[in-house]
């Protein structure tokens, strides 16, 4: 079942659970993380980024995501990750995609008002959801952001940007980062939590990989309700491709469905841990009771 991005998190945030958000790489990942929701029954929402839209082309993407997930038993949203590019957005907009992160945290605050508003208005024409950032999610994923924050505002500057620009989720900065931690984090579950008082907006938790499960609930309970996990996927991808290629250097058999295999069983266990973590396991069918097919 397709659904609406800002629905699955809003059911999240009424229950008590985040929306794991997994960045795909390809079809192999794709098919991974959606068989990892059917055996878990949860909610997911399937993020490509932008590097990987122009590496596969958006209408590859949009064909091969239907197929996949258009007719399970649990709701799955589309959504693109990071795009500073209002191309790409109306790109993806246009395929009817769920969602798209409009990333104008690079722009001065005026500007990304501005141009966040138009983001919405195009759109909301065509049903699709729109998360904002404004403000800087400090690491460079997928060639995307920065390891600088530019641009950091009040919690309440926060939400009256939102209810102005009429966005449908919410990513403020919590203390993570995106890619590996070369040190411990200092986490703001305290900053959702404010936050969460001024709007009833879902919130967005970026640079999940790294943190631990009590992390986690920490940020659930003061209201994130979208969970981003990109780093830990490729992690899972790699390593199975690696040691897939280790034993084919050793025994001679280059056998890539085997491979293929391995990749698709480390990215489900890898996608499964982190839904079970979130609390989503079981909610598919609460889930689908309240959204709207897309």
Request: glycine residues 8%; aromatic residues 4%.
């Amino acid at each position: 079942m397709i659904a609406s991005t800002a629905q699955l998190c809003e059911h999240g945030r009424a229950h008590g659970y985040a929306v794991a958000a997994v960045n795909i790489l390809d079809d192999l990942s794709l098919r991974a993380a959606i068989d990892a929701a059917v055996a878990r029954s949860s909610p997911l929402i399937v993020q490509v980024s932008v590097k990987t839209v122009r590496s596969i082309g958006v209408k590859l993407l949009t064909t091969m995501f239907r197929l996949a997930a258009g007719d399970v038993r649990v709701p799955v949203a589309l959504h693109l990750d990071h795009c500073p590019d209002r191309g790409v957005i109306s790109a993806v907009v246009a395929a009817g995609w769920s969602s798209v992160l409009f990333d104008a945290s690079d722009r001065d605050l005026d500007q990304a008002e501005l141009e966040t508003t138009e983001v919405v208005l195009e759109a909301h024409r065509a049903g699709c959801d729109v998360e904002s950032e404004i403000e800087n999610i400090v690491g460079v994923e997928d060639d995307i952001g920065s390891d600088e924050s530019a641009h950091a505002y009040s919690v309440r500057t926060l939400a009256e940007v939102a209810a102005r620009t009429g966005v449908d989720l919410l990513a403020p900065q919590l203390g993570t980062a995106h890619g590996l931690y070369s040190s411990a984090p200092v986490l703001l579950p305290d900053r959702a939590r404010q936050l969460a008082a001024l709007t009833d907006l879902p919130i967005v938790l970026h640079g999940g990989t790294g943190l631990t499960d009590g992390d986690f609930r920490a940020f659930i309970d003061a209201g994130v309700s979208k969970i981003n996990i990109s780093t830990g996927l490729k992690m899972a991808y790699m390593r199975a491709a690696q040691a897939a290629t280790a034993v084919a250097e050793e025994t001679g058999r280059w056998d890539p469905p085997t491979m293929f295999r391995d990749i698709h069983q480390a990215v489900q266990a890898e996608v499964a841990g982190r839904l079970d973590a979130f609390g989503s396991a079981g909610q598919a069918e609460g889930a689908m009771a309240t959204l709207a097919v897309r």
